[in-house]
């Protein structure tokens, strides 16, 4: 088989150097798809996440707004807001 003479002067350290950079490039790769695929899935995310105490923003509203919290108009343009 013929070698071009420069790959043979590379030795073990061609092999490790191109083998290093070949890992960084399909790990960099892999990392730029999975942060894709985050960025993507959070900006879809909709408005009745829940909080951490299981309720929804529009049922912290309703809530507001029963105990008088909030008056009417308050409330309408809040909850536009979470529904928008």
């Known amino acids: 088989m013929f070698w071009p003479q420069h790959m043979m002067n590379y030795g073990w350290g061609g092999w490790l150097v191109g083998g290093l950079v070949m890992l960084l490039f399909w790990g960099g790769l892999i990392a730029l798809v999975i942060f894709t695929i985050r960025a993507l899935a959070g900006a879809n995310q909709n ?38």
């Open 47 to 84: 408005k009745t996440t829940k909080s951490p105490s299981g309720e929804t923003a529009l049922d912290i509203l309703k809530r507001r707004y029963a105990q008088g919290e909030i008056d009417k108009a308050k409330y309408e343009a809040m909850r536009r807001d979470i529904e928008t």
